[in-house]
């Protein structure tokens, strides 16, 4: 997994409350196993019409918004099922931190597994990183993991809540693979101390 330590970029605004995880990434696009290629099909039903003409009204569309690397979201962003490719797709799209005012759980802790920084903020906070993100590619917003940090395009700083853990695997790159991997000797020695012991085993 990718490390996460700092970031800057600007953000694009999507004040819509309650973005579920179908809106994402839609059902039809779940048959796949893996991670890669998810990108393109990101909020697909708001993104393209029926005939897959991208929709030039859709944030993520415009010119100013394609290549962000920020969401700043309304309230209860990553509802509804709990499909980790929401998290796989807004990766492979290229985002890698999206704040709220708050988040579905599973989703919220699929982030941490998968590179992606979610970011709880207050209703003010969120107000104010909003109208930053409205201003494009001309403001733009930078996130610190180690500091908690995000300071804005005028120079103001909004100090984050993590859990100590989420945020020692974001900043050493650490998912659940990468948690066991480094426990490989505790394990090969326990095994090797059991073959020992119990060689019928």
């Known amino acids: 997994m990718e490390k996460f330590t700092s970031l800057t970029s600007s953000a694009a ?13 839609p059902k039809q696009f779940l048959t796949t196993i893996e991670r890669t290629g998810l990108g393109k099909s990101l909020f697909y039903e708001m993104r393209f019409d029926e005939d897959g003409n991208e929709n030039p009204d859709f944030i993520l569309n415009k010119k100013n918004y394609r290549n962000v690397k920020i969401l700043v979201a ?43 920084l979610p970011v709880r903020v207050t209703e003010a906070q969120l107000d104010d990183l909003m109208k930053d993100a409205e201003r494009g590619a001309n403001a733009t917003i930078s996130i610190d993991l180690e500091k908690q940090t995000i ?51």
Do not use: Q
Request: charge should be negative.
């Open 151 to 201: 300071k804005g395009p005028d120079g103001g700083t909004i100090t984050f809540e993590v859990d100590a853990f989420k945020k020692h695997c974001l900043l050493n790159g650490l998912d659940d693979i990468g948690l066991t991997m480094a426990k490989t000797d505790g394990i090969d020695t326990f095994e090797a101390n059991m073959s020992e012991s119990r060689p019928w085993i």
């Open 74 to 116: 309304g309230d209860n962003f990553g509802c509804g099922s709990s499909r980790e490719h929401a998290p796989w797709a807004l990766l492979d799209f290229g985002i890698r931190c999206v704040i709220s005012t708050s988040f579905a759980d599973i989703f919220y802790n699929n982030c941490f597994k998968n590179g992606i």
């Open 13 to 25: 605004p999507m004040p819509l409350i309650n973005i579920d995880t179908d809106m994402i990434i």
